[in-house]
């Protein structure tokens, strides 16, 4: 079944650390997203790739880092300057139009400790 | 950057009764509106997209657009407690290059 995997679900971070995010896709889809869900609040952008080997900042970059160089795969590094990391994190892929929207992983919960 | 905003809620409404979500938009230029339903803990999933101004039904949802104002909204006819979620409202930038969305509502159906 085509679909989007996101692992792990459930991830602790110590001060200081690094730690990535991993999310797969099979639906052979070009454009892959990261989004932050903080509580009570709605998803913010931090990064989007079109294309393979190509990505663009969000609205919420500062303290993350991506990759795109496999078509399926779209990686997300949450860096120690990330200085408040704990948030509900989605990947999503898609190719929208006005019909279509995202499809979405099952997400990665972050929380530092 | 485009502003969507909604209602936080929480909504409640009594199971068959319907229930009314509202969404408006800063940007005039934007195109088609989507909405998403998402459980606790859970990723988003995509209930319906709109496009034209006027009514779109599926199912026991209706979305409504309104441009001129500004506005869209998502009705639940004969509400069940399995409707229980947040609502999000997601409008597109251009070209569909990213989405917007809204805070969410969260919507509470009582048995």
């Known amino acids: 079944d085509g679909g989007i995997t996101q692992s792990p679900k459930y991830l602790f971070r110590k001060e200081g650390q690094n730690v990535t995010l991993s999310c797969e896709q099979n639906?052979?889809?070009?454009?892959m997203y990261w989004y932050r869900q903080d509580p009570g609040q709605g998803l913010r952008l931090i990064y989007y790739s079109q294309i393979v080997n190509d990505f663009q900042k969000g609205d919420i970059a500062e303290g993350y880092s991506v990759s795109r160089e496999k078509k399926e795969s779209f990686p997300l590094t949450v860096t120690s300057a990330q200085k408040n990391p704990t948030a509900f994190y989605l990947c999503?892929?898609?190719?929208?139009?006005?019909?279509?929207?995202?499809?979405f992983g099952s997400g990665t919960r972050l929380t530092v400790v | 950057q485009k502003e969507v905003e909604q209602n936080s809620g929480p909504l409640s409404v009594p199971e068959g009764a319907i229930a009314s979500l509202n969404c408006t938009y800063s940007?005039?230029?934007?195109?088609?509106f989507f909405w998403y339903r998402q459980y606790s803990g859970k990723s988003p999933e995509l209930i319906m997209s709109?496009?034209?101004?006027g009514d779109k039904e599926d199912g026991r949802f209706t979305a409504q657009l309104n441009k001129a104002s500004q506005y869209v909204s998502l009705l639940i006819r004969d509400s069940q407690p399995s409707d229980s979620a947040t609502y999000l409202c997601a409008v597109p930038g251009d070209n569909f290059n990213k989405f917007y969305f809204g805070s969410g509502t969260k919507l509470n159906v009582k048995p």
């Open positions: 999503a892929s898609g190719a929208p139009d006005r019909i279509k929207g995202y499809t």
């Open positions: 709109i496009y034209s101004n």
């Open positions: 639906l052979n889809h070009d454009a």
């Open positions: 940007d005039r230029v934007s195109q088609s």
